[in-house]
């Protein structure tokens, strides 16, 4: 008999329940007679639309064939993925192909059987596929035991604005309502979105992001949606969306200012309706993730500017989440400070501290590239110290944006008032060209095509700044 998770109280005495989905006969006998003398359950059914409809929240596992009467087998895996269905699937193909295979697992299966079926492999890998299944739940119980605060220790600040951003977030994880994360540059809003992931209860599921502005603009529907093979020039082959591969989980829709029109009504409708389609399919898929979505724009103003549509915005701010600069919460400094060099040593193997008087001059800065600037000044001030504690001359912090008296900018060179534009945002977010865009008005693209011919001393990375790990490559 299948062995039954020690916890598992409220399951220890059922059987275990596992449909086989296959139209050939010969393959529903041998599992059943594989698992039912193991006193398992077995349901056969015949067609995908039939398994659609089998499957509930008792069902331990899916057996699954790859080649269905009425839909391809992957496609039905992904079906039962966006709706909700997180059970384990084990595959079945006739065909010794390890592409096929691949995709599979891939698309969500658990592991996959050849045909023909050996009664002792059917058994011992449904035994390991609801086995897994148990310890990953149990480990998310046990998150969820250990309560959220785990993740919220990601979260470096401890003054009352931030007690009140994590009290806040804390609600919200618990909604499956759209949630809108709003901020400048560098507050904190991607690693907001996967904590509100992982604090929910979709945390064992997927978590995938999508960044508006880091993609061309014809690309956008598609990576979304996914496409059908021959769905324009170039689309080779069938591949699903972001959504889709979120399935149950969460999908973080990044810098969603910049979501063309054009796709806009089509996530209207995936908000409103819970349905959408492949770019150029007809098979209508159901949205099963919940959207969690972030902004450093207006989202209003570009609504009054009709650059957004109005309902879209109603539809993705009904949670809002606003992340304050770091200059509003400027006391968390020397907690945020030690984090960061927590891990630094210098090459004396001593650690790397700050002074007094550093420490001050931290405080009194303007910090427009937020806590991701914050992270680089450090970063480079730790490479380049020569001794371990650090002092105001290890600091190089950028002259800010706009102090610089307008007299002074009087007759120069227009190009040259640019390149230092551009130098300086690009030095406040640490190197990030998207985040830099973003600060500057322009498009990623167009700050990229500058850099190159405005300043292309930059362009050849002879920039100061150091790349962030997480820095968007358009390269
Ligand atoms: N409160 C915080 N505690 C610890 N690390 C933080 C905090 N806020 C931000 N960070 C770190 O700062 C960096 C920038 O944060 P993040 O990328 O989440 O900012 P963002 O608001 O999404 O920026 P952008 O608008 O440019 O996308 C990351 O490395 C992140 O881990
Ligand atoms: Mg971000």
């Known amino acids: 008999m299948l062995t039954k998770g020690r916890n598992d109280a409220a399951q220890a005495d059922r059987t ?54 009425d839909q391809n ?27 096929h295979a691949v995709e599979a697992m891939q698309a969500g299966a658990y ?36 309560g959220s605060s785990a993740l919220e220790r ?52 997927p978590f995938v992001t999508i960044s508006c502005a880091a993609l061309p603009r014809e690309l956008i529907d598609s990576e979304l949606f996914g496409h059908e093979k021959g769905a324009y020039t170039g689309a080779l082959r069938e591949r699903p969306g972001k959504l889709e591969i979120a399935g149950a989980g969460s999908l973080f829709l990044d810098e969603i200012a910049d979501l063309p029109l054009s796709v806009q009504p089509k996530v209207l409708r995936a908000l409103q309706e819970r349905e959408f389609e492949r770019v150029g399919g007809n098979t209508t898929h159901r949205v099963a993730a919940r959207l969690i979505t972030a902004t450093n724009q207006h989202l209003e103003d570009l609504c009054r500017r009709a650059e957004f549509r109005e309902d879209l915005y109603y539809r993705v701010s009904v949670l809002r989440l606003h992340l304050p600069p770091l200059r509003e919460r400027i006391d968390e400094l020397p907690e945020l400070v030690s984090h960061f060099l927590k891990k630094s040593r210098h090459p004396s193997g001593e650690p790397v501290s700050l002074d007094k008087k550093a420490m001050a001059t931290l405080a009194q800065y303007a910090w427009p590239g937020n806590v991701r600037e914050l992270q680089s000044v450090l970063e480079r001030a730790v490479t380049f110290a020569p001794q371990p504690l650090l002092g105001v001359a290890d600091l190089q912090l950028a002259p800010p944006l706009t102090a610089a008296p307008t007299a002074s900018l009087a007759g120069r060179a227009l190009a040259e008032i640019e390149a230092q ?23 990623a693209k167009t700050l990229h095509r500058k850099i190159r011919t405005v300043c292309p001393r930059d362009g050849q990375s002879d920039h100061s700044a150091p790349v962030q790990k997480n820095a968007v490559d358009y390269s």
């Open 73 to 99: 087998g992957i496609e039905c895996l992904r079906q039962l993925r966006a709706n909700g269905f997180d059970r384990p699937v084990v595959m079945i193909t006739g065909e010794q192909k390890a592409q």
């Open 16 to 69: 275990f329940r596992v449909i086989v989905a296959d139209d050939d006969p010969v393959t529903r006998r041998v599992v059943q007679q594989a698992l039912n003398q193991h006193d398992v359950e077995v349901q056969p059914v015949k067609t995908c639309a039939e398994l659609h409809q089998s499957v509930a929240a008792d069902i331990d596992a899916v057996l699954l064939d790859l080649w269905m009467p």
């Open 111 to 146: 592991h996959y059987l050849l045909k023909p079926l050996d009664t002792e492999e059917v058994y011992l890998v449904t035994r390991q596929a609801i086995r897994a299944y148990r310890e990953r739940t149990e480990n998310a119980g046990l998150r969820e035991a250990l």
């Open 421 to 443: 534009a551009i130098r300086q945002t690009l030095d406040a977010c640490a190197g990030n060209v998207a985040a830099a865009a973003r600060v500057l008005g322009v498009a």
């Open 154 to 205: 990601e979260w470096i600040g401890s003054s009352a604005v931030s007690r009140k951003v994590l009290a806040t977030a804390h609600r919200i994880a618990q909604s499956d309502a759209t949630v809108l994360i709003t901020g400048e540059t560098g507050t904190g809003k991607s690693l907001m979105a996967r904590m509100l992931h992982g604090m929910s209860h979709r945390a064992a599921q």
